[in-house]
């Protein structure tokens, strides 16, 4: 059983506020992931980390900004929240090869 | 970027019937990954294959890594309604420090009352 937590699982937010979607595992994993996902649609990674200090944008270009300073946590942040930014985030982590999912945080800007 | 393309986009089946879902890439992977993601939920994975002309099975599923290691399958027998879904390969070419997972575009599966 994957070991990867997201919270929080929903949030409802209006539009220019700071928000931070937090991710924590702990199974030791070096690499960990964010993806954005619209219903139904495909995955997106937006930011991807190889270890402790280490950073690395996606392939779909996001606003938000990620910090890795521990190894269990990776927190994705949004500064100034617009309607835009609606979908749903997903973290995930892994050693090698098998990634493990967070449930997602389910965002909407109103 | 590397791609994954993923076969089909979605299937609208009968319960019962078998399925049947691939993933192609223009370059070799080392490990192949299916997923399952029902609405609202993070993907799960179903099956990891690490070796060219591995054939696994998870209960219903039977997934095949190809021998070119170009490519997958995934068969799921006999449908049922909970199969319903999105369905995710994912491949890695090399499984170390510099190599991040990439994701096919999703197979979704739907069950015809």
């Known amino acids: 059983e994957a070991d990867i937590y997201q919270t929080p699982r929903y949030l409802v937010i209006g539009t220019g506020k700071k928000i931070t979607l937090e991710c924590s595992q702990t199974m030791g994993h070096d690499k960990m992931y964010w993806y954005q996902q619209d219903p139904g649609m495909e995955l997106h990674l937006i930011h991807y980390s190889y270890g402790v200090n280490s950073t690395e944008k996606g392939d779909l270009s996001s606003e938000s900004t990620v910090s890795r300073i521990r190894t269990e946590h990776f927190p994705l942040t949004l500064e100034s929240a617009r309607p835009s930014h609606t979908s749903q985030y997903l973290c995930?982590?892994?050693?090698?090869?098998?990634?493990?999912f967070g449930q997602g945080t389910r965002l909407t800007v109103v | 970027g590397q791609q994954l393309n993923q076969s089909p986009q979605s299937m609208f089946i009968q319960e019962g019937e078998d399925v049947s879902m691939n993933c192609t890439s223009s370059?070799?992977?080392?490990?192949w990954l299916w997923y399952k993601q029902e609405p609202g939920e993070g993907p799960v994975l179903l099956i990891a294959?690490?070796?060219?002309?591995e054939l696994t099975s998870n209960g219903r599923l039977t997934a095949q890594f190809g021998i070119t290691r170009k490519d997958s399958f995934l068969n799921i027998s006999a449908s049922i309604p909970s199969d319903v879904g999105i369905y995710f390969c994912a491949g890695q070419m090399r499984p170390n420090r510099d190599d991040k997972i990439i994701f096919g575009k999703g197979t979704r599966l739907h069950i015809l009352p």
């Open positions: 995930a982590s892994n050693r090698n090869t098998e990634a493990f």
């Open positions: 370059s070799i992977f080392n490990t």
């Open positions: 294959l690490y070796k060219a002309g």
